[in-house]
């Protein structure tokens, strides 16, 4: 089995408004890559959400108390607190200068996807796409290709360092469910499900360097059961989590 | 910038007391893949236990009381249980069947990194290598090669699916630490350190299916950061944990 992963480094900036997946065909056209119905293409959310109109100007924002307070604390910009609060359904962690938040779709991130880099100026900001997975979606009717997923960085329990995950998905079951099926030593494969498309944004996170200038992956080779719905089988339900 | 994963398919069944080095490398010859200086040897964990010998006889394991009453109440089997727990340097989260346990490397995994599946016999489990890291070493001696993973599966907080990770590496950094760096719009990065051996292992578990029978996956094109360390840089120290 051989996979095969590439990055796009001539889509170039993007402004709210540009169409992403003409510029997605372009670059790839440019750097001999054809995209087709076995490809997996995974987009980093900061060029979704660029594209999208997803910025935000942080002088239009005025903070409350408690955003306040903790920036000052943890020597934070108060503006950026207060726009993680109004992106946030539920505070899950909040300690040691750490914000870690349930966005409204139900992802569970650190400043609720709220970021600062990559994009230009001090006063800005992108937030996440309003629906991640529609986003997903119509790239995949543009390019005609087999998935889309659009990628973010995430930090995780336990471990420093962040990975690149899934935060919407077309085209493909989020998780792999090999559960009832047997293992090479012939036993049932009971807890085994495989959450295949954070593996292949992790795989995506290789060729995507975190300082911006490749925001594109394409994967290659790889087989997956294809399906229309979006993420939600991978979220976790409240009553299952044990980390809430 | 692209990378390349592929699969060893012909690695065969792994015996305590059996040599990887040389069986990987035999295998890499047969399917005409050359490991130098510049691949990385993803590992699955079940192998390296296997050829160590890290593997356990439920029949000789008395569980404890606790043991058993938390494997009645949840049909589990108290040998496991039991194994768990010896497993086990800390117990995080115990709750619905799941047992969330940090191992003596400080690796914080599910039932303590013991597994049931792809080894002969209801009655035989693996645990974790002695020392990941040390067998990780040892095998990037034996193949000559830029870097070795030995990976294993992990659930998550908060997302459904089991992703491949690190559970001992030798010849790389594991984290890509980029504080310091500016991003292509000129901004410092202050927070930006990736999990970039995570993010190989993960990408790896998309050619190792867990069903077994590709327990090795060869990664090409990839460029890292050499070092001699081990994964210590990368577990998070109590105090900064948020979820202990």
Known sequence: MKVRISGLATIGDIQPGDELGPRIREAAD??????????????AQKIVSKAEGAIVDLRT???????KTWAAHWGRDPRLVELVFRQARRI???????????????????????????????????????????????????L????????DTAGRPWREGLVNLAIGISGMEPLEDLRGSTDCAGKQLYGTVVAQCDEIAAAAGLVM???GGIPVALIEGYKWKRAEGGLQSMLRPPERDLFR
């Open 61 to 67: 924002i005025d903070p409350s108390a408690l955003a």
């Open 209 to 211: 360097p975190k300082a």
């Open 92 to 142: 899950v962690r909040m300690d040691q200068g750490v914000l870690i938040a349930e966005t409204r779709h139900g992802l569970v991130m650190a400043n609720a996807g709220v970021d600062h880099s990559n994009v230009a100026g001090e006063d800005f900001a992108t937030v996440l796409p309003d629906d991640p997975g529609r986003s997903a979606c119509a790239l995949r009717t543009d």
């Open 30 to 43: 440019r750097e001999g890559h054809a995209i087709g119905a076995d490809s997996i293409v995974v987009v």
């Open 144 to 151: 005609q290709c087999g998935a889309v997923i659009v990628s």
